[in-house]
């Protein structure tokens, strides 16, 4: 029996595929690469390119491959943007989720993960973060995350009384750093540790957004967690799913200390070995001082812990990174 990795293409799903792959699980891989990288997927990973929104397509896949479940990580991921572009944001996390759940109930597949978003909270007003903190999404990406986890509540619901009911979970997270193949890197625009490493090989500066906030060191403080143990928890939940373990609706993978931001260019300086000194720029419009989630829940059901130090996130990522070329 496989699961099917939806977006099993990109930064987070590729690592989930070989996660699922160390388990003795076997991945399949559906991605339209459209922010994804098809060298992403392992040799020997089946790997059929197409949309989510392509229900037949979905559906036919799932068969095909015998698949037992789901981990549906594809989706449109980048919370700025998408107060530019709500429409395409809906379109593709929550038609997209909506049509992956339509096609599961085709195929007769009843087990799927759903990778969620801390941005389901918006910009709380606590320190840390639990799971049933009020849901106050402040991003069109975020209220699409939220209404995912409403469609897999709502569809489990639905099929309660059938032969074979859905069995969901959905796992929040924030920053998601670091590299545990060489071959597979975070691409985004949008994300810190990129961002930085990117000004660095283009032999500029970083810069801090704010160093005045109420947190240590004057910077924000957030969680950031190591990308292999984001797909580890993810494989787990597929485990208790696919063996008929109890679940939570929903899971905060978070370090529950947080880093700061000079926290972390102190530690890209000190692991690259290129010496800079951050520029300070303004501070970002509704940048709460810090959010960071407990992860009690994730570490009782699924083995979540932070395995990684700083420096080895970093290190991981750049050195993925410079692999690129």
């Given at each position: ?21 160390e388990a003795g699980l076997d991945p ?9 990288d098809a060298s992403f997927v392992p ?210 993978l978070g370090s529950q200390n947080g ?67």
């Amino acid at each position: 029996m496989s699961w099917l990795v939806t977006g099993g293409a990109g930064y987070i799903g590729a690592h989930i595929v070989r996660a699922l792959a160390e388990a003795g699980l076997d991945p399949v891989v559906l991605d339209d690469l459209s922010s994804g990288d098809a060298s992403f997927v392992p040799e020997g990973v089946p790997f059929v390119q197409g949309t989510i929104l392509d229900r037949e397509l979905v559906a036919n896949t799932l068969r095909e491959h015998g698949a037992e479940g789901v981990i549906h990580v594809a989706g449109f991921k980048y919370a700025g943007v998408s107060v530019q572009r709500p429409l395409h944001t809906y379109e593709q996390n929550v038609e997209g989720t909506r049509v992956v759940l339509a096609a599961m109930a085709d195929a007769g597949v009843s087990n799927i993960v759903f990778s969620s978003s801390a941005a389901v909270y918006g910009t709380p007003d606590v320190a840390l973060v639990t799971e049933d903190l009020p849901k106050r999404p402040a991003s069109p990406y975020g209220e699409s995350k939220l209404i995912g986890e409403w469609l897999l509540a709502a569809q489990g619901v639905a099929t309660a009384a059938s032969d074979s009911p859905l069995r969901h979970t959905a796992l929040r997270y924030f920053n998601v750093v670091g590299s545990g193949d060489p071959s597979v890197y975070d691409m985004s625009p949008h994300n810190l540790f990129p961002i930085v490493f990117e000004m660095l090989i283009e032999g500029k500066t970083p810069r801090i957004n704010g160093d005045d906030y109420d947190t240590p060191d004057g910077t924000n403080v957030r969680d950031y967690v190591h990308v292999s143990d984001i797909a580890a928890a993810h494989v787990v939940a597929a485990q208790r799913l696919s063996a008929g373990e109890p679940v939570e609706p929903a899971y905060n993978l978070g370090s529950q200390n947080g880093l700061s931001v000079r926290e972390i260019m102190d530690a890209v300086a000190r692991v690259t070995g290129i010496d800079f000194t951050p520029e300070i720029a303004p501070r970002r419009a509704g940048d709460p001082d810090r959010i960071v989630a407990i992860g009690e829940l994730a570490a009782r059901d699924l083995d979540w812990q932070m395995r990684y130090t700083l420096d080895e996130m970093v290190q991981s990522g750049w050195e993925a990174r410079r692999n690129a070329g």
